[in-house]
């Protein structure tokens, strides 16, 4: 069958899975998340009182939700406060997740005749990825934010793609401008993303000297005056450049409450982190309260540099294979056995507790659970033989390692699949492109000359 054909077919299916998902979720509302009803708090009090706040202004304000969802997805939500309805933000999301899977097989597609291999294999891994299709209809900047990253990786993608001629990038300055703005679009949706301007700093250094373009460099500018603004602004609100209240939230709440129950079961950790809180909340105003959190982590992981490293990287690795299990959940309503989620399971009693939680879910979570894992598995790898294997696409590769293990490095003990889902898809092209290099035992193939 042509290429053309079996991609057309590809992109029906999943927009058939996407439309069969979208159904389900109206038919049966999904439970609603913390972070959806701030998002929309956050997006109503935008447009009716011009205030980014993600609470309800008639409540005794709380300074921490001034900060805690930055500004962009929630003007995107919009559209739902002008309709009254959360299912023109629901299309917009499922037209972005089709974006991005084209502009994943732009990045990644191979040569013409393994293309209609990759299309298969890309269509059993995205039914493999049920939060790609959840996400898309939830009122969650996952599927947003991955458009974004997407797009950061096309910029990078396109600019050192080389020229029929030669080797020279066949870019020009106007990627480079459009990676800083997307960029800053991230970080202004996503606080996870702000940090990254030091290892996207580093990758403009690499980049200045493998092209001498000084674009490189200066336009580092953008996303550093959007940090220099959006943190005057918070100062103005909290008294704090902080750029996001929820890294303290999730500072205490996850990294040392987990730490803590890894080592000394769930009830110390809940005296710890109770404690903290309350010797904190003695200080004088938010600021303060803030950095005396912060300290106080600092102070219990600094008894045990070592153990919490270890702690932290395995949540690094575990962001990778989390099968999705609370995304299932929580979306279709299921109520298996053991509620208590994995990622507690796991962090109370380790890998032993992994066997005890799947045999308290029955075969059937078992099962598919079993299945969801191994396809991370393969996505993993394959990700991994893309990027050591061959020399070409260098700098396109650097720069896709630097952003998932960035996002794997910061996520830590919170890796669950929700937060593995902006950068999926990225995963899912480098993976195909990796395992089909190794099964055809040629090497990187060239750049495809069709590009968006």
Not at 176 to 186: E, K, N
Not at 370 to 382: N, Y
């Amino acid at each position: 069958m042509h290429p053309k054909t079996n991609q057309i077919l590809l992109f029906s299916a999943i927009l058939l899975i996407h439309l069969l998902f979208l159904t389900l979720r109206l038919i049966r509302p999904p439970e609603t998340l913390s972070d959806t009803v701030e998002y929309m708090d956050a997006a109503s009090n935008i447009y009716e009182q011009g205030i980014l706040y993600c609470g309800d202004l008639s409540d005794p304000i709380r300074e921490e939700l001034y900060t805690r969802r930055p500004p962009v997805y929630p003007l995107l939500l919009g559209l739902a406060v002008v309709t009254g309805s959360s299912v023109p933000v629901f299309i917009l999301q499922i037209l972005f997740s089709l974006f991005s899977i084209l502009l994943i097989t732009r990045i990644f597609q191979p040569v013409p005749q393994t293309r209609n291999k990759f299309y298969l294999l890309l269509l059993i891994l995205m039914l493999a990825t049920p939060a790609q299709f959840i996400y898309a209809g939830r009122v969650m900047a996952e599927i947003p934010f991955q458009l974004v990253l997407v797009l950061l990786a096309w910029c990078v993608y396109r600019y050192f793609s080389p020229e029929s001629n030669g080797n020279k990038p066949a870019g020009n300055n106007n990627h480079v401008w459009l990676f800083y703005l997307l960029l800053s679009a991230g970080m202004a949706m996503k606080p996870v993303l702000f940090p990254f301007v030091i290892p996207a700093a580093l990758f403009a250094f690499f980049a200045f000297v493998r092209t001498k373009k000084i674009v490189w460099i200066a336009a580092l500018l953008i996303p550093v005056l959007w940090i220099t603004a959006y943190g005057l602004r918070n100062v103005k609100q909290t008294g704090t450049m902080q750029y996001s209240s929820i890294q303290t939230a999730n500072l205490v709440n996850y990294n040392l409450r987990y730490f803590i129950m890894a080592g000394e079961g769930g009830q110390k950790a809940a005296e710890t982190v109770d404690t903290l809180y309350s010797r904190c909340g003695n200080e004088p105003g938010y600021a303060e309260k803030n950095r005396c959190l912060t300290r106080g982590v600092r102070e219990i992981v600094a008894k045990e540099p070592i153990r919490y490293a270890i702690f932290h990287l395995k949540g690094s690795v575990r962001y990778f294979i989390d099968p999705g299990r609370f995304d299932l959940v929580t979306f279709f309503k299921l109520s298996p056995p053991d509620t208590a989620g994995i990622l507690r399971v796991i962090n109370e009693e380790g890998i032993p507790g992994i066997a005890r939680f799947l045999k308290s879910q029955g075969w059937g979570w078992m099962i598919l659970l079993g299945l969801l894992t191994l396809f991370k598995l393969f996505k993993l790898s394959g990700l991994l033989l893309y990027l050591i294997r061959g020399h070409q696409e260098i700098p396109f590769r650097i720069f896709l390692a630097l952003l998932i293990g960035y996002l794997a490095l910061v996520t830590g003990p919170l890796g669950t699949s929700r937060f593995l889902l902006p950068v999926e898809l990225l995963i899912i092209g480098a993976s195909l492109k990796g395992w089909i290099m190794l099964l055809n035992r040629k090497g990187l193939q060239p750049y495809s000359s069709r590009i968006l």
